[in-house]
């Protein structure tokens, strides 16, 4: 995937960059003690696909990848969504109310 054109769309535990010629989101660890979570997130969306729930999609390479001592994952980007914070609770109203 060519790099240029990215736009930082996010800085915090996680860099989330959109590759909007292709359609990709890259999410770069801050580093490699993140790897089993990166590896257990990929596992998740690809459990998630195999059973057809509706969430994020991990675009169509080799997940994750070490880059520059960085666990690093390429998702799709979702249509329609800019990655605003607020993004995910458009997506599934309630998922962040916490119970009482």
Known sequence: ???AGAALVRLGENALFRLRDVGVVVRVARSMSRWDDAMKEAGVS???AEVGY????????????EVDGHPVTFWRQIIGRDGVEDDASRLCPGAWAHPR
């Open 1 to 3: 995937m060519d790099p």
């Open 46 to 48: 690809r459990w998630l």
């Open 54 to 65: 509706p969430a994020a999609r991990l675009a169509d390479v080799p997940q994750p990848q």
